[in-house]
């Protein structure tokens, strides 16, 4: 099988462009998950979809958002890009067991530097 | 409000010995997940372990063990006989546990660098 994909690998932009980052979960999984990396803020959760709809959502401003295809496969987008959305983004795929033994797995991630 | 603490930013340690990595937790959620997760120096974050605060059993996978003691609020991970390829930043995570499923949100600990010496 597959991992998860996410593309593009590496981006820049300026301040106050947008982005679209996308995330291909591995075949077979619903549940969409991503997270922000920074070297001051740490991992921080982003938002989950589930069946194309945003399930849950972590404390990001409303210039993040995200949505969910049929086929599973989901995007991230940030408008007017600031200097501090520079960061590591990750997505994660999982089954969405309904028991606890759900298990994630995680994209190489997308670098975004804003200058 | 949830709160993870790994107060141990880094550790070094030689090729075989069993070191232990520590996690707090604070939650006023009754029902919540711990995980774990590994971050090698590829940057690429893997999955270790997920689990039910129900739970409190113990859980070993090979070289790799969990301890979750909910009367300390605690969830350590200890890597027996560990190898060079342990090297990593390991994070510890908290969520609430909620029917609707999924990843709620998802609070992590600062992380703690492993180093394996040969």
């Known amino acids: 099988k597959a991992g998860v994909t996410q593309t593009p690998r590496y981006l820049i932009k300026t301040r106050g462009q947008q982005v679209t980052l996308s995330c291909s979960p591995i075949?077979?999984?619903?549940?969409v998950s991503w997270y922000q990396q920074t070297p001051g803020q740490g991992l921080q959760f982003l938002f989950e979809?589930?069946?194309?709809?945003?399930?849950n959502k972590g404390n990001f401003p409303g210039r993040f958002s995200g949505r969910q295809f049929s086929n599973s496969r989901s995007e991230m987008n940030v408008s007017t890009l600031e200097l501090g959305d520079s960061a590591l983004y990750l997505c994660?795929?999982?089954?969405?067991?309904?028991?606890?033994?759900?298990?994630?797995?995680f994209g190489p991630g997308t670098r975004l530097t804003v200058l | 409000a949830q709160k993870v603490t790994q107060a141990q930013t880094e550790i070094s340690v030689v090729e075989k010995e069993d070191v232990t990595l520590d996690c707090v937790y604070e939650t006023r959620d009754t029902t919540y997940y711990l995980f774990w997760y590994k971050q090698p120096p590829s940057g690429e974050l893997v999955f270790l372990i997920r689990?039910?605060?129900?739970?409190?059993q113990n859980e070993i996978s090979g070289r790799y063990s969990w301890n979750f003691q909910k009367s300390t609020s605690s969830f350590n991970f200890t890597i027996t006989a560990s190898q060079v390829v342990d090297s990593a930043v390991y994070f510890c995570?908290?969520?609430?546990?909620?029917?609707?499923?999924?990843?709620?949100?998802?609070?992590f600990g600062i992380g703690t660098k492993l180093q394996v010496i040969p």
């Open positions: 075949s077979g999984h619903r549940s």
């Open positions: 979809y589930f069946s194309e709809t945003q399930r």
């Open positions: 994660a795929s999982s089954p969405d067991y309904p028991s606890d033994t759900d298990t994630q797995y």
């Open positions: 689990r039910n605060s129900f739970d409190e």
């Open positions: 995570a908290l969520s609430p546990r909620a029917n609707s499923g999924g990843y709620q949100k998802v609070t």
